[in-house]
């Protein structure tokens, strides 16, 4: 999918964990913006003694965290998409206020922004006609309100420190989630924003959610790619620098 978006862009791609050494500023000098889709970033699956296994979480360590908030302090742009709201969800939290969401399919979420939820909601192929609520946006050049087949979610997203870009038809309320329901019947968080796609600031670096993207029927979609496209070259551009340095938001201490 990368490879079609033309030659406007160059890539690299890094699997986690070594993905965590290109954090380093001095490593990112020669990369415009970083993209992440990495699911569950600080989670380990370990062997247990019985020779079972087990997903333990981890914290950032602290020339992670060090980095992190260097890159953004500098003003590096990023795009978050699809499931990598699910990253570093239950040990860093500024990390979670930084994407503007967070989610997580197997455990409830504790302590975000003060609150639990329970686990999150996911459904596959879902039909979907999502709405350009910003139409004047970089982002949404050359796309209109489109038609896309992908997996969508119910978990907390942040309204109040976003600017949305998307807006999806499909009603993230616990009945439309049967899976999450027949797994555990008590099941009934709140529901959640249809917000498919976002912009805000961190530190002083230009961010933007995508929650489209889970499989090659999303990437093959037109309109996808024309927002991935246009979401790595606005992220990385002067307008979009100069507009997150103007409105900075603080988020660690």
């Given amino acids: 999918m990368f490879d079609a978006l033309g030659k406007d862009i160059t890539w690299t791609h890094v699997e986690q964990p070594a993905a965590q050494v290109f954090f380093n500023p001095e490593i990112a000098k020669p990369y415009d913006v970083f993209v992440l889709y990495d699911a569950f970033a600080g989670r ?4 247990k003694a019985d020779g079972t296994f ?4 981890t914290e950032p360590s602290p ?3 060090r980095n992190f908030k260097a890159l953004l302090q500098q003003g590096k742009g990023f795009v978050f998409f ?3 709201l699910a990253s ?3 040990t860093w939290p500024e990390y979670v206020e930084v994407m503007g969401g967070a989610a997580d399919w197997g455990l409830p979420l504790k302590g975000i922004r003060g609150k639990d939820y329970p686990f999150s909601g996911f459904k596959g192929k879902v039909q979907q006609h999502v709405t350009v609520v ?3 946006h970089p982002i949404t050049q050359g796309v209109g309100d489109f038609d896309i087949v ?3 979610y119910l978990c907390p997203m942040f309204e109040d420190s976003v600017h949305p870009l998307l807006r999806t038809d499909f009603k993230p309320t616990a009945d439309n989630f049967p899976q999450q329901k027949q797994r555990d019947p008590t099941w009934n968080p709140p529901d959640a924003s249809n917000m498919t796609g976002w912009v805000k600031t961190a530190e002083n670096s230009p961010i933007v959610y995508l929650q489209h993207g889970h499989d090659s029927q999303a990437w093959e979609n037109p309109a996808f790619r024309t927002l991935m496209l246009n979401s790595i070259k606005w992220a990385s551009s002067k307008e979009a620098l100069d507009w997150a340095k103007k409105n900075p938001k603080k988020i660690f201490s």
Avoid: I, M, S
Wanted: hydrophobic share 30%.
């Fill in 150 to 152: 992908d997996e969508t």
């Fill in 63 to 65: 020339e992670l965290r």
């Fill in 54 to 57: 087990e997903n333990v979480e």
């Fill in 82 to 84: 699809h499931h990598a």
């Fill in 134 to 136: 910003d139409k004047t």
């Fill in 88 to 90: 570093w969800v239950h």
């Fill in 44 to 47: 380990v699956r370990r062997a």
